[in-house]
């Protein structure tokens, strides 16, 4: 009788229940029984888990009595009768289709009803033979965006967001510091460097022990399968189907493994090259050559015997680190700890799951002493943005929290005002000047021509409550491309009317990307760097957010997250023109 499903089991059994229902033509109002069943699940203040185990949900608003006895049955057992026989009607392959971005439930049912398709494979073929466009609803065009999908998803398909990537990371890394044979240990690769999306996780350790440590890899109870399993070398894949790989070798060896696997290829070709000209060959194991070979203890002393200023793993790019690591102008890059607050943040009000005073808990609790509230504007109706009168009750909520907690945190009242297709904005200047900030971001209309967006975009940047504009590209990484948008003339505009543009840090987007900021800063762009939580938890995408600025370039004066609060009050209360 016992089983272990978490909530979120429970919650998508109900989903694909409803998509199944929705795909053989059932009854409407079964299926959006099930649907918001798993949205009630979802959210149940509770342990609905339990009570499902002990038959206790009745009388939950949105869970019937049919429900009531699926989710028992799934809870104590670990399955549903129901769910399986409906599932077994389909191949595995066939849940695939459900992946693929613009291809519906409905989409779905009938090319696997008209064409017998059941996998994105079938899918692909049918689209290439132009069978998709003789069905009625579908045309040329959807089969290409179909194709377009496909490929996207293939190409995506191996890689991963930051925060899993972190997150799995650091509970490995943990371990191996566990290892009494271990000296030194640290993960390096695309992680390391904080690139956007991340292939393989590489750790090196630093042993006397190798053949023991590939061993403890390989048995670790976070592996899910061995992919290669050597004496010095092991190639792992995690539940999810992220690739990690180790390498054990000597402490001297150590900082040259460790310089080498962080990468990129592009910055160790460089470096090697300039070593060639010292008379110095330098690989993953250490110096060698004609020369006196440098003693090595630490990866900074690599770059000081090449004639080089230490070079922070986020700037090893090739795109010009080298340069100023000869010519002693590296940046001092921005860090996490000088963080002092936060903009653009979402509460219960539009589409975050915690209200503005859990926001302003988990900002307290986190050490921030101001926070920017920015819910979404009436436009954003999918987000349930505020209107006026909304946004009104908003302000004065923040204003009397500000009078009685102003000592711990001051909230500020902003809005992430959708910028419209023409590029005039969702409030009128009047509502705008009663805010203390304000972020301006597209949510629609993403298919304009470059010309046009960027015509749209700098419109509102040239609003002088436009405080700042929230992710550039709305590109959401390993899903949709970003829209055509000129970053050069967003900068130069942004310069220009003195509007500061969003390093949005949800690891979904970073967006800005980073290889536009350096460019932006020399043109005295300031950078806000933005978490865009939609829950508390979220606030620790600001990591994410430093990581990425100092891949940038980014300084402390840079971004103006890092002000104290009278500085940044100090700052939003002048003049646009003199900021
Ligand atoms: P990823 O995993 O695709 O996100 O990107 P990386 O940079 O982590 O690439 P990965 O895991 O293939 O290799 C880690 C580092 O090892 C890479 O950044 C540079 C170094 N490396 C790997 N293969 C080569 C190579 O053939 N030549 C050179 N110079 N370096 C290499
Ligand atoms: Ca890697
Ligand atoms: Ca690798
Ligand atoms: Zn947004």
Request: hydrophobic fraction near 40%.
């Amino acid at each position: 009788m016992s089983s272990n499903v978490s909530r979120e089991t429970l919650a998508s059994v109900l989903d694909e229940i409803a998509l199944l229902l929705e795909i053989e033509g059932e009854n409407p109002f079964k299926i959006r029984a099930y649907r918001q069943g798993a949205e009630t699940v979802r959210s149940y203040d509770g342990d609905i888990v339990a009570m499902a185990r002990e038959g206790e949900l009745e009388g939950i608003k949105g869970i019937g009595k049919a429900l009531q006895d699926k989710l028992h049955e799934l809870a104590t057992t670990g399955t549903l009768g129901f769910h399986q026989n409906l599932r077994g009607n389909y191949p595995e392959t066939f849940f695939e289709l459900f992946e693929i971005d613009g291809l519906g439930p409905k989409k779905v049912a009938a090319v696997h009803k008209k064409l017998g398709i059941d996998s994105i494979d079938g899918l692909r073929k049918a689209c290439e033979a132009s069978e998709l466009a003789a069905l009625s609803g579908f045309g040329k065009k959807t089969e290409q965006k179909i194709l377009e999908a496909i490929a996207r998803r293939e190409q995506f398909a191996d890689r991963f967001h930051l925060d899993a990537a972190a997150h799995a990371a650091s509970v490995i890394l943990a371990r191996l510091k566990e290892h009494p044979d271990v000296l030194r240990a640290q993960y390096a690769g695309s992680l390391r460097r904080s690139k956007e999306t991340v292939g393989d996780l590489d750790f090196i350790v630093a042993t006397s022990k190798p053949a023991e440590l590939t061993r403890y890899f390989a048995e670790m109870d976070l592996t899910d399968h061995v992919i290669v399993h050597g004496d010095t070398k092991c190639s792992i894949h995690l539940e999810n189907g992220l690739q990690c790989d180790l390498r054990a070798v000597s402490n001297d060896e150590y900082p040259f493994a460790l310089q080498y696997f962080t990468g990129s290829k592009e910055h160790n070709v460089a470096l090697r090259s300039r070593a060639l000209k010292q008379g110095l060959s330098l690989n993953e194991y250490g110096f060698s050559g004609s020369s006196e070979i440098p003693e090595v203890h630490e990866e900074r002393d690599i770059y000081s015997a090449l004639g080089l200023d230490y070079v922070d793993p986020a700037l090893r790019e090739n795109r010009g680190e080298i340069e100023a690591a000869e010519a002693g102008t590296l940046p001092e890059l921005v860090s996490w700890e000088q963080l002092c607050g936060t903009f653009h943040n979402h509460t219960t009000a539009s589409d975050g799951r915690d209200t503005l005073h859990e926001m302003a808990e988990a900002a307290i609790d986190l050490g921030l002493t101001y926070l920017g509230i920015a819910d979404h504007s009436k436009s954003s109706f999918q987000a349930r943005g505020l209107d006026e009168e909304r946004l009104l009750t908003q302000i004065e909520e923040i204003s009397a929290w500000n009078s009685e907690h102003g000592e711990s945190l001051r909230i500020f009242a902003g809005s992430e005002v959708d910028i419209l297709k023409d590029g005039s904005l969702d409030f009128d200047d009047s509502l705008l000047a009663q805010l203390d900030y304000c972020v301006a971001s597209v949510h629609n209309a993403f298919t304009l021509d470059e010309k046009t967006m960027t015509q749209r975009i700098i419109r509102a940047m040239e609003n002088e409550h436009v405080t700042m504009l929230g992710h550039l590209t709305g590109r959401l990484l390993l899903k949709r491309d970003e829209y055509a948008v000129n970053h050069d003339k967003i900068i130069d505009c942004a310069a220009e009317t003195r509007t500061i543009v969003e390093l949005n840090c949800n690891p979904r987007r970073l967006d800005m990307d980073w290889r536009w900021w350096k460019k932006a800063r020399d043109k005295g762009v300031r950078c806000s760097i933005n978490p865009d939580a939609h829950r508390t938890e979220q606030f620790q995408y600001l990591r994410f957010g430093a990581d990425v600025a100092r891949k940038g370039w980014l300084r402390k004066q840079d971004v103006i997250n890092t002000m104290n609060l009278e500085e940044v009050e100090a700052f939003l209360a002048l003049p646009k023109s003199s900021r």
